[in-house]
């Protein structure tokens, strides 16, 4: 009876060892696969995938098609010193999935990080009155720059699309005022 039960345990063993070899990625995904903690050029593409239990091991797994990050509104500043609050969504995809592990440490991170500090730059270029006009140049300039400063992280920035400018009651008080539209009342 011993005996009996020593073959069973061997192989729910063998059953178990050989599962955990068996990988499926979905479709419009695609995954590395690093041999031993090395990464020897493996991905694995959508579908039913074996790998070899113990020695591969499935490092990374994204999604290649087009994704959206939405930003929380931002504060920015303008040419003529006017604070106003930018709203953005970006899409982007993965174009290589090697390098979107390999080369950055946290990926959508350094997305967002960048992309701040590309629309607080692009801002503070044009006055107040510009931005409203200018919103698909913006758009375009900043697809241009994040595209040219993404493509080291395997990445391909598709669209950037400014969605409102939100402006406080201050300021807009204090725009009017500086433009003299409106005089201030006499004081009693």
């Not at 005996?3 to 990625?25: C, D, E, H, P, R």
């Not at 270029?125 to 913006?138: G, M, N, Q, V």
């Amino acid at each position: 009876m011993e005996l009996y039960q020593l073959f069973w345990l061997l192989m729910l063993a063998a059953s178990g060892t050989v599962a955990s070899g068996v990988k499926i990625v979905r479709q419009g995904d695609q995954a590395i696969v690093e041999t031993l903690g090395k990464y020897d050029g493996k991905k694995l593409e959508p579908g039913l995938t074996f790998i070899t239990p113990f020695i591969d091991q499935v490092a990374y797994q994204a999604s290649l098609r087009e994704q959206m990050l939405e930003i929380p509104p931002k504060q920015c500043i303008t040419r003529d010193r006017v604070g106003i609050s930018v709203d953005i969504v970006v899409y982007w995809r993965i174009m290589d999935i090697e390098k979107a592990f390999y080369k950055v440490l946290n990926l959508k991170l350094a997305l967002l990080n960048l992309l701040e500090t590309m629309i607080r730059c692009e801002i503070a270029k044009l006055d107040l009155e510009d931005i409203f006009t200018a919103r698909s140049e913006i758009n375009q300039v900043l697809v241009g720059e994040l595209d040219i400063a993404t493509e080291p992280w395997g990445v391909k920035v598709t669209r950037v699309e400014l969605r409102d400018f939100i402006l406080g009651s201050k300021v807009v008080h204090e725009a009017f005022l500086n433009r003299n539209v409106y005089k201030e009342l006499p004081v009693r």
